[in-house]
């Protein structure tokens, strides 16, 4: 491994103490650029760190459907690719945020903080 990259993921991961041999990692993966970092460090490094990993993918019901479509299908590539399980879960944030009268940002953490915790548990 000569990635400088690679290697300070591996250095900080091991100096946070946050993953422990035989955890079990459930990673919100968005298909952008930071989650899909992650889920490729993390696959790459799974057998090192004595983990296994499952991605969770939330569709807030706000993207029009190509764009939905589109991230979707990048979604499942990559898990598929990095051998992954994915979890896709689907929630109306907007009828949430007018029903609540929150705004959409804080209804849509909230909903994915609690589903993420859900599928944790399971």
Do not use: W
Request: aromatic content about 10%; some cysteine; proline content about 2%.
């Amino acid at each position: 491994m000569s990635n400088i990259f690679e290697i300070n993921f591996l250095k900080y991961i091991k100096q946070a103490a946050q993953i422990t041999p035989g955890d079990k990692i459930l990673l919100a993966y968005s298909g952008g650029l930071d989650s899909s970092c992650l889920l490729y460090l993390l696959f790459k490094f799974r057998d090192m760190l004595d983990i296994t990993t499952e991605a969770f993918y939330l569709n807030h019901g706000i993207r029009e459907s190509d764009e939905l479509n589109a991230e979707l299908e990048i979604v499942k590539n990559n898990c598929a690719a990095y051998n992954t399980p994915l979890t896709i879960a689907a929630a109306d944030i907007k009828k949430m945020a007018r029903d609540q009268k929150l705004c959409v940002e804080d209804t849509a953490r909230k909903v994915r903080y609690g589903l993420l915790s859900r599928a944790a548990l399971e």
